[in-house]
């Protein structure tokens, strides 16, 4: 369990190797880091843990979006998106956004660029919204 005022960072990714790097580069930043690598685990922390920001990869981004829709979840974090390849295709970004996507990231992506990220999405937290 985390510590009181901690900050909460759900990770939703079925790549072990992109998890394991999170794993490693985020073990001594000041928040916690929740992994999942299915829609049924991620639903469960974010029902356990109330994150403060969901990072999710578009594989996985429709059947939680649908699962939360009918459940009438109310209260999101902001949502990170992570999509394949440095350039991807414009529908896919923007099927991200249409599904719920605060921001987006192309893997493969560094530690550093996500470390930032995750800091500018965490210092704006408290702000939740309903699922689209």
């Known amino acids: 369990m985390s510590r009181t005022g ?7 990714d079925q ?14 930043e000041p928040y916690e880091l929740l992994l999942a690598t299915t ?6 922390l974010l ?4 994150p403060d920001l969901l990072v999710v990869d578009s594989s996985l981004q429709p059947a939680l979006q649908a699962t939360l ?7 999101l974090p902001p949502i990170l998106v992570t999509l394949q390849g440095h350039d ?3 529908e896919a970004v ?3 956004f249409e599904r719920g996507a605060d921001d987006l990231a192309c893997k493969p992506v560094s530690v ?4 930032t990220r995750f800091r500018i999405w965490l210092s704006r937290s408290g702000r939740f919204r309903k699922p689209s």
């Open 39 to 44: 829609v049924d685990q991620g639903l469960r």
């Open 94 to 96: 923007l099927e991200a």
């Open 112 to 115: 550093a660029w996500l470390k």
């Open 6 to 12: 901690v900050k909460r960072v759900l990770v939703l």
């Open 15 to 28: 790549d072990p190797d992109f998890l394991n790097q999170l794993s490693q580069g985020f073990s001594n």
């Open 47 to 50: 029902g356990e843990a109330h």
């Open 88 to 90: 991807p295709e414009e």
């Open 69 to 75: 829709r009918a459940n009438s979840r109310t209260g």
